[in-house]
């Protein structure tokens, strides 16, 4: 992401609020156990667009004056959010059976799903650590019910794996819960770190909330179209393990016929290419990028006020990229 | 532990106070989830002797004036403390694939690997939400600090399954890690939220973790030496995961020629029966229960002097209790 943030005079700050970020959760995850210590180093790889970081970043950029610094706050909880998302990877990795993720092996595969449960907690754990080093309770509070509120969405996912009976309003109550509160805290903490009005505050939590929305729905379809090579993890896992995503709900939904029986056939042979061709037919997979689209243009209609010079463009700029990546 | 606690004038605080500690637990884990509902009701009930809440409330009344109360920071505190122990219970059971806990199925081998992944996530989750409504900051900081040990315990005893050069120092220190430092910090935090001295909070929070690493090496005894009906859990577990325990380490290190042969070859072949013989017959068996009932009277000798009548007596019983038990 770093590399590729838009030509704006808040880049400088962008990127020295990310350097910033990178150096606190390095230095919170240090380790005296060489084994400890390895594996750490193993997760940090994983760490690429740093989508939340950049949003705590820009969201308190937003509300505070031109030329003014962020909080050092805002850098702490930059980082646990990281670390949270990160803690979530390596033990989603387990559940989906991967072994690539950004294009290097996965701690499951390279590890075992023992060492990969156990780091994760670690992260966790740390993340958790890292959050009180703010020395401010409303933080941790707000933190811990952004990831009890995950962790529900993804025992709800888990519960409804392999039922083709799941509607379209719970894969969106499953994934505001697993990954649209994330996002939508990382927008939330920025702004109000940055002393944001309370109205504001509460829009910049339902942008980042439709924003990960669209996230995750840019996630199925590159599970369910993209190749490995190019996303840089796994694919094909969201049919493997039988989860029901968007494109595969609405056509369900909106065919009758042999066209249903096609893609129920495929889900049940877990055979990709004939989903894919299912859903390419009835516009499943068109429906459900317009639905991206359009959950995106009504986060960028949602957006507040801003005060800073620049910053008003640069959340919309990374408002389309979340449906323009191809990675 | 409630039905069984010593006659002593404290009873009824003890029994009043795991009683709040109890539904502070199970209000914090309800969900309107049926699926996430189900999960933690199961959970639930491997609530057994509640040794860690226990110590919370005694080494918090043993630093009160008679007839004073508990401050609702111990409650939230114990609650916390026990959550965090449910969810290393919960993801220590995927670790050792173990089928039993407490008499009842593991949520691993009723549910799966990932809900047991996920379930532990949502207990650490909920430990630390819970813990940061008490809404003092150094709590939070200071059950962080724990878990990051706990799980780099975990992680360094990971790193060494199956290693027979594993000696008594990283044997010590990986337990210290995993086990002893909560409940270290449950005597800690007990007597710091009553008011004790500097120093008595310090001692109580080396009481505490000596009676971690004497409970500990009594785990390790039951589960070499146990049966399944009375522990009420898997064993021969440490065996079978390759976990180099004391007895084991003792009888390596003080044994030579065919005694030593005999141990390894029964540790290589996973042959509970014979390493049971081996190791009673170099008295490594023995000399690890003596180190564990010594490891106990060293933290009766170190109990600082108590406020409360009857309370210096109920924390040596309950020190005494940790290696006379059979579950």
Redesign the interface.
């Known amino acids: 992401m770093s590399s590729a943030l838009p030509t704006t005079p808040l880049a400088p700050n962008i990127l020295a609020g990310l350097e910033r970020v990178a150096s606190i959760f390095d230095a919170q995850l240090a ?1 005296d ?1 060489p ?2 210590e390895e ?1 750490c180093r193993h997760v940090e790889r994983y760490r690429g667009k740093m989508l939340r970081p950049t949003l705590v970043i820009v969201s308190g950029l937003s509300f505070t004056r031109d030329g003014a610094e962020l909080r050092a706050e805002h850098d702490i909880v930059a980082a646990t959010i990281e670390m949270i998302h990160m ?1 979530t990877l390596v ?1 989603d990795d ?2 989906d059976d991967a072994t690539v993720r950004r294009r290097g092996e996965t701690v499951n595969f390279l590890r075992g ?3 990969a ?6 992260l ?3 993340a ?10 409303s933080l ?2 707000r933190l ?2 952004v ?2 509120t ?3 969405g ?3 996912q ?2 409804r794996r392999h039922d083709l009976t799941l509607d379209e309003a719970t894969y969106f109550e499953i994934v505001r819960r697993k990954t649209a509160v994330l996002v939508g805290a990382a927008c939330e903490l920025g702004a109000r770190l940055a002393g944001a009005p309370d109205a504001d505050v509460r829009a910049m939590l339902r942008f980042g909330e439709r924003l990960g929305t669209a996230f995750q729905i840019q996630d199925d379809l590159l599970d369910l179209l993209g190749d490995e090579a190019t996303v840089g993890k796994s694919i094909g896992r969201d049919l493997e393990k039988g989860k029901l995503t968007l494109p595969m709900i609405l056509h369900i939904a909106s065919t009758r016929g042999n066209a249903r029986i096609a893609a129920l056939d495929a889900i049940d042979a877990k055979d990709g290419a004939a989903l894919r061709r299912a859903l390419e037919a009835s516009g499943s997979i068109e429906a459900a990028r317009a639905r991206a689209v359009s959950i995106v243009e009504e986060a960028k209609r949602g957006l507040p006020r801003t005060t800073r010079t620049g910053a008003q463009e640069l959340l919309l700029e990374l408002a389309d990229r979340v449906v323009a990546r191809d990675h």
């Open positions: 380790s156990f084994a400890v594996l803690a033990h387990i559940l799903n023992e060492t449960v156990m780091l994760g907690d670690y966790i754990s740390n958790f650590h890292l959050c009180s080093r703010a020395g401010d309770p941790n509070l811990g019910e990831t009890n995950l962790c529900e993804e025992l709800v888990l519960s």
